[in-house]
T-cell receptor, first 112, second 112 residues
Framework: GIQVEQSPPDLILQEGANSTLRCNFSDSVNNLQWFHQNPWGQLINLFYIPSGTKQNGRLSATTVATERYSLLYISSSQTTDSGVYFCAVERYGGTSYGKLTFGQGTILTVHP | NAGVTQTPKFRVLKTGQSMTLLCAQDMNHEYMYWYRQDPGMGLRLIHYSVGEGTTAKGEVPDGYNVSRLKKQNFLLGLESAAPSQTSVYFC???????????FGPGTRLLVL
């Protein structure tokens, strides 16, 4: 199956700092999503981004499908950004069923 | 609009007991999924459904059964619980497979 690797595994920031999270995947994909899991365990979809660039407030994401990676940018981080960030993909090929394969996640801690 | 809800939120079972986890969505989504999340890991797909009356195996289906008798509900059953099934279970749904998945709040299951 497809392999998904996220880096760094852990990241500690001071409030106001910027950060970049990376997701590498081993095969072509037709579906890539970024999620934030807050400290209470809730998973929130941040972006659906199989290619290109999107922005939502202080967050933006870029996927370079031909080079098999995606980046999540967090600017002016806040303590509420703390949690685990997951990248999830579905391998391209035939019919899509939305069967996502998740990376291990990046644990982000933002200190005040 | 409640989105995706899961019942129960927390459950303790003894080895060999059975139980059913309920996932309900009010967004008229066709596609529904059950994932499990173990400590320090990303989510793994257990089973999924592409519409009412259909189910299919995901990455880790052993020990689980599912049913989708109504479009809005997706049930996950454990016939004979094992300690290895201690995990947090998440349900998700989406209108189309290549698109944003919406997650429920999770069910924490402890098997003793």
């Amino acid at each position: 199956g497809i392999q998904v690797e996220q880096s760094p595994p852990d990241l500690i920031l001071q409030e106001g700092a910027n950060s970049t999270l990376r997701c590498n995947f081993s095969d072509s994909v037709n579906n890539l999503q970024w999620f934030h899991q807050n400290p209470w365990g809730q998973l929130i979809n941040l972006f659906y981004i199989p290619s290109g660039t999107k922005q939502n407030g202080r967050l933006s994401a870029t996927t370079v499908a031909t080079e098999r990676y995606s980046l999540l940018y967090i600017s002016s981080s806040q303590t509420t950004d703390s949690g685990v960030y997951f990248c999830a993909v579905e391998r391209y090929g035939g019919t899509s069923y939305g069967k996502l394969t998740f990376g291990q996640g990046t644990i982000l801690t933002v200190h005040p | 609009n409640a989105g995706v809800t899961q019942t129960p939120k927390f459950r303790v079972l003894k080895t060999g007991q059975s139980m059913t986890l309920l996932c309900a969505q009010d967004m008229n989504h066709e596609y529904m999924y059950w994932y499990r999340q173990d400590p320090g890991m990303g989510l793994r797909l257990i089973h999924y459904s592409v519409g009412e009356g259909t189910t299919a195996k995901g990455e880790v289906p052993d020990g689980y059964n599912v049913s989708r008798l109504k479009k809005q509900n997706f049930l996950l059953g454990l016939e004979s619980a094992a300690p290895s099934q201690t995990s947090v279970y998440f349900c998700a749904s989406t209108y189309r497979p290549i698109g944003t998945q919406y997650f429920g709040p999770g069910t924490r299951l402890l098997v003793l």
